[in-house]
């Protein structure tokens, strides 16, 4: 049970993981979640928050 737990977790981001994934400032992160390109997910009553690792790479993904 743990082990699911646990690769759920690596599913997700905070944003300054998000940012160093991406090779971004955290604040382009930010700014995406700001103009609704990038869902935020949040925690404890919205203190934590976490992006989705596929919805990080299909927004920074370039297209041909």
């Given at each position: 049970?743990?082990?699911?737990t646990?690769?759920?977790?690596?599913?997700?981001?905070?944003?300054?993981?998000?940012?160093?994934?991406?090779?971004?400032?955290?604040?382009?992160?930010?700014?995406?979640?700001?103009?609704?390109?990038?869902?935020?997910?949040r925690?404890?009553?919205?203190?934590?928050?976490?992006?989705?690792?596929?919805?990080?790479?299909?927004?920074?993904t370039?297209?041909?």
């Amino acid at each position: 049970m743990k082990k699911k737990t646990i690769e759920r977790f690596k599913e997700v981001l905070t944003p300054t993981e998000a940012a160093e994934y991406l090779g971004v400032s955290r604040r382009t992160v930010d700014r995406a979640a700001e103009d609704g390109k990038l869902n935020k997910y949040r925690i404890n009553g919205g203190q934590r928050v976490f992006y989705k690792k596929e919805e990080l790479e299909k927004l920074f993904t370039i297209e041909d």
